[in-house]
């Protein structure tokens, strides 16, 4: 099956800073791949995806890269704010296959934005 | 006009004893899932049904049974639950498992599940 890895597990930054968190896939026939925000106490929420047909993709200070040959993708945030703090999660799936539908999700990243 | 929702949100019981939680979205999707979340965060799914037929039934133990009465819910329901079984449960759905550009997978809110 799919494994996904997600580094770093926690990641501090300064307010406006960037912050970068990187994640690599197994399954060369994973073709679609979300990020979630998860703030404390809720669920996680689609913040931004890629499917592999793109290699980059950006909504206003977020913007994913996917290397296919590579089999990572990562998540970008720039002018980071403090309501950006939450955990992070990528995930992988693919779209055809028996393992259609299932989200295979990295541990996530516990991200702090210090005022 | 919440998407997805599941009720209870919090829920604390005893060892031994069985448990409903219900999900149900309003998006008119045809597929729903069933995650478990534990104390480091990890995300993985349990279930999975589509058009009310289960899909995915990931390795978990049969004390857990899904359950969908129609296409806008998914309830979970635990029987003789253990102290392991304490986590946060989130059901989630999507348009189209299968289909590019409509497999987004929408979660609640979550419930909390504490066994003692």
Redesign the interface.
């Known amino acids: 099956g799919e494994n996904v890895e997600q580094h770093p597990s926690t990641l501090s930054v300064q307010e406006g800073d960037s912050a970068v968190i990187k994640c690599t896939y197994s399954d060369s026939a994973s073709?679609?791949f979300?990020w979630?925000k998860?703030e404390l106490?809720?669920?996680?929420?689609?913040i931004i995806?890629i499917?592999s047909n793109v290699g980059e993709k950006k909504d206003q200070r977020i913007a994913v890269t996917l290397n296919k040959t590579a089999k990572h993708f990562s998540l970008h945030i720039t002018e980071t704010q403090p309501e950006d703090s939450a955990?992070y999660?990528c995930a992988a799936?693919r779209?055809?296959g028996s393992t259609?539908?299932?989200?295979y999700?990295g541990?996530?990243t516990q991200l702090t934005v210090w005022p | 006009d919440t998407a997805v929702s599941q009720t209870p949100k919090y829920l604390v019981t005893q060892m031994g004893n069985d448990k409903s939680i219900k999900c149900e979205q309003n998006l008119g999707h045809d597929t729903m899932y069933w995650y478990k979340q534990d104390s480091k965060k990890f995300l993985k799914i349990m279930f999975s049904y589509n058009n009310k037929e289960l899909i995915i039934n990931e390795t978990v133990p049969n004390r857990f049974s899904p359950k969908s009465p129609d296409k806008a819910h998914l309830n979970l329901h635990i029987n003789s639950l253990e102290l392991g079984d304490s986590a946060v449960y989130f059901c989630a759905s999507s348009q189209e498992r299968d289909r590019v550009g409509e497999e987004t997978q929408y979660f609640g809110p979550g419930t909390r599940l504490l066994v003692l």
């Open positions: 073709n679609y979300p979630y998860q106490g809720k669920g996680p929420q689609l995806d499917r955990v999660f799936s779209t055809r259609l539908g299932r989200l999700f541990r996530g």
